[in-house]
């Protein structure tokens, strides 16, 4: 089965990674995804120039088909991560997630990576989170987002992906993919959690998260449509050059096929690999495998992007 992805040239032998966020915040989390024997790729946290607490507990709460977290971008600081590359072998790729609060914080950290010889690996700029408090989501200002990207390109000539919160509009979806097509991106990723969703244990009549009164992104099961329709939507729109990895309620094989077929390249598993573990992978690429067979596929290509629409 043919599965190497074109993302930034990267090699791969299976299309499933991490969601950032997931299972990659610490060096133990790291190792256990860089020897995980099935995922062909992996994704640091997100990343700023220090390392941060995050917010305040609880943030994190498993819904009956999601979830829902305000983890406030806890991670270790950026040059923990550097340090964890320059450390250990690369089994497989490891994307770089970088979040800065701000422009000069995302370009701080570019213009490093940009300018260490020894780093040669994809980074993914993360315009999309929800749950700094006060903070917009870049990527929901468009002007914003390619002043941005203008800035970036202008000197980070490395691959270089972009993290995008989920769209709801069609014109929004156009808009979003003006903006982009215009930069040599290697791949966007979408989606992101959906921001500000709001959980209630009526029992108590009191939100389940602790920061900005409960309001956090949502994620898992739940988010499914929403996730094929950034895919499917940004793939109709985007430069066949950017290559998209789907991320969002992806809890089994059918859900990874539905993704493929919206023209997502590799995919994501975030909510479920939490909740279940890293034998999510095995057991994902079992089911899409089982699937490929029934339907006669030998390959990704066979069927990504040919979703049929109802004449
Ligand atoms: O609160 C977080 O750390 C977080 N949570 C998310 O659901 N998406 C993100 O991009 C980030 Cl950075």
Known sequence: ?????????MKVNNLFLNASGIHCQTEAELDDLMHEPVSGAMVTKSMTPQSRFGNPLPRYYRLANGSINSMGLPNEGFDYY??????????????VSVAGRSKEEDLEMLHTLQDDDRYQGLTELNLSCPNVIGEPQMAYDFPSANDLLK???????????????????????DQIAEVLNQYPLSHVNTINSIGNGLWIDVNSETVVLKPKGGFGGVGGAMVLPTAL??????????????????????????????????????????????EEGLGTFERVTRELTDIMEAKGYQSLADFRGKLKVIE
Not at 236 to 246: D, E, F
């Open 82 to 95: 550097m340090d964890y590359l320059k450390n250990h072998e690369q089994i497989k790729p490891v994307i």
């Open 1 to 9: 089965v043919d599965l190497s992805a074109q993302i930034a040239n």
């Open 151 to 173: 800035e970036v390109f202008s000197f980070y000539k490395k691959p270089l992906g972009i993290k995008l919160p989920p769209y709801f509009d069609l014109v929004h979806f």
């Open 229 to 274: 329709a950034n895919v499917r939507g940004l793939r109709q729109r985007l430069n066949p050059s950017i290559k998209i990895i789907g991320t969002g309620g992806v809890t089994n094989g059918r859900d990874a096929f539905a993704h493929i077929l919206c023209g997502a390249e590799m995919v994501s598993i975030g909510t479920q690999l939490y």
